[in-house]
């Protein structure tokens, strides 16, 4: 893939000095009608669209970028605020963090007024912002670059990272199906995170490969919160036959579960398997300590703000998870509780 144009480019196609592409960019009253244009025709010839480097360079007022997230999870959001930070601190530019409701109607208006109000030079976007399509309607009508952590699907403008949600389930299904599993329970997530439909998937590709019928009596829809994860347990735990384990789409919601089982003398994980997903500094704070995926949230974050910084070409990149061991799971002792 070839790299996109940056402001040195514009200046040598148009002939002017990098320091008059600045001013173009920023309407800078005093440049003559003839030098605009030059300056504009060869933007569109190039098709560049100003990175987070070149608005700096240029003179923005604003040195500084926003995360824009919608998730439950403190755990979750300290680690991709985390990652975002360190990659500013190394580039003296600032990190405004925002949250918002993808559900509320005026979402896009509320984004678009945020960019008005702040002048930030781009935007990293968190799930389950990013595949929301009134943010992202309004971030291509600013022509503002912003970068996608963990979306559902490339988008042919921007950037994005993400991990193998479908595979890390795959793999944690296929783990307790291992030690001897055969009826998982499933916490999925909320329906407005893609994240959420292939984590399922994944799980039910595991079961489906061993031939072990998918049952849809034994998942629930979660929010990604340990409220809802205590749920999902009250309701997996009164089945007339209960799960042996149960796979939980985040470490909240398992935090859930174990707070739940631990409430009704449940001897875990003997008489109980729980999983998670994230690998939260919750995760080992739990009891028993919490086998889980680990999602590499921080580099996820660390590696969006690197790409949006740099912003030379858009790319599409995967970050690796793993599988963590610790003493929440053991082969079932028998089916039932």
Same mark, same amino acid.
């Given at each position: 893939?070839?790299?996109?144009?940056?402001?040195?480019?514009?200046?040598?196609?148009?002939?002017?000095?990098?320091?008059?592409?600045?001013?173009?960019?920023?309407?800078?009253?005093?440049?003559?009608?003839?030098?605009?244009?030059?300056?504009?025709?060869?933007?569109?010839?190039?098709?560049?669209?100003?990175?987070?480097?070149?608005?700096?360079?240029?003179?923005?007022?604003?040195?500084? *970028?926003?995360?824009?997230?919608?998730?439950?999870?403190?755990?979750?959001?300290?680690?991709?605020?985390?990652?975002?930070?360190?990659?500013?601190?190394?580039?003296?530019?600032?990190?405004?963090?925002?949250?918002?409701?993808?559900?509320?109607?005026?979402?896009?208006?509320?984004?678009?007024?945020?960019?008005?109000?702040?002048?930030?030079?781009?935007?990293?976007?968190?799930?389950?912002?990013?595949?929301?399509?009134?943010?992202?309607?309004?971030?291509?009508?600013?022509?503002?670059?912003?970068?996608?952590?963990?979306?559902?699907?490339?988008?042919?403008?921007?950037?994005?990272?993400?991990?193998?949600?479908?595979?890390?389930?795959?793999?944690?299904?296929?783990?307790?199906?291992?030690?001897?599993?055969?009826?998982?329970?499933?916490?999925?997530?909320?329906?407005?995170?893609?994240?959420?439909?292939?984590?399922?998937?994944?799980?039910?590709?595991?079961?489906?490969?061993?031939?072990?019928?998918?049952?849809?009596?034994?998942?629930?829809?979660?929010?990604?919160?340990?409220?809802?994860?205590?749920?999902?347990?009250?309701?997996?735990?009164?089945?007339?036959?209960?799960?042996?384990?149960?796979?939980?789409?985040?470490?909240?919601?398992?935090?859930?579960?174990?707070?739940?089982?631990?409430?009704?003398?449940?001897?875990?994980?003997?008489?109980?398997?729980?999983?998670?997903?994230?690998?939260?500094?919750?995760?080992?704070?739990?009891?028993?300590?919490?086998?889980?995926?680990?999602?590499?949230?921080?580099?996820?974050?660390?590696?969006?703000?690197? *790409?949006?910084?740099?912003?030379?070409? *858009?790319?599409?990149?995967?970050?690796?998870?793993?599988?963590?061991?610790?003493?929440?799971?053991?082969?079932?002792?028998?089916?039932?509780?």
């Amino acid at each position: 893939m070839s790299e996109r144009a940056n402001i040195r480019d514009v200046a040598a196609m148009a002939g002017v000095a990098v320091k008059t592409v600045s001013r173009v960019l920023n309407g800078h009253p005093y440049v003559s009608a003839d030098t605009r244009a030059r300056v504009e025709e060869a933007m569109q010839k190039l098709d560049f669209r100003p990175s987070v480097a070149a608005r700096i360079l240029s003179g923005s007022k604003s040195n500084q *970028i926003a995360l824009i997230y919608d998730n439950h999870s403190p755990f979750y959001m300290f680690q991709i605020q985390t990652g975002c930070w360190e990659q500013c601190k190394q580039h003296n530019i600032r990190l405004l963090a925002q949250p918002v409701d993808v559900t509320d109607p005026t979402v896009g208006e509320q984004v678009r007024g945020l960019v008005t109000e702040t002048h930030v030079d781009g935007i990293i976007l968190s799930s389950p912002v990013t595949d929301c399509e009134p943010v992202l309607r309004a971030l291509e009508a600013l022509d503002l670059p912003f970068v996608r952590i963990s979306p559902g699907t490339n988008h042919a403008l921007t950037s994005s990272v993400f991990m193998d949600d479908t595979q890390a389930a795959d793999d944690m299904t296929t783990y307790l199906i291992n030690q001897g599993h055969r009826r998982i329970g499933f916490i999925k997530g909320h329906q407005s995170h893609m994240a959420s439909e292939d984590r399922l998937f994944g799980y039910r590709r595991a079961l489906d490969r061993v031939g072990i019928q998918f049952e849809p009596s034994l998942v629930f829809e979660g929010e990604f919160d340990f409220d809802s994860g205590v749920r999902a347990a009250q309701y997996l735990l009164d089945l007339p036959e209960v799960p042996t384990a149960i796979f939980a789409s985040n470490d909240d919601m398992a935090a859930g579960v174990l707070a739940e089982a631990h409430g009704r003398g449940i001897e875990m994980p003997a008489q109980l398997s729980v999983t998670g997903f994230d690998d939260t500094t919750l995760a080992r704070t739990v009891w028993p300590p919490l086998t889980t995926i680990h999602q590499p949230m921080a580099e996820l974050a660390q590696t969006a703000t690197e *790409i949006l910084i740099a912003g030379n070409e *858009i790319t599409h990149r995967r970050l690796p998870h793993s599988l963590i061991e610790r003493a929440s799971v053991a082969p079932p002792l028998r089916k039932t509780i």
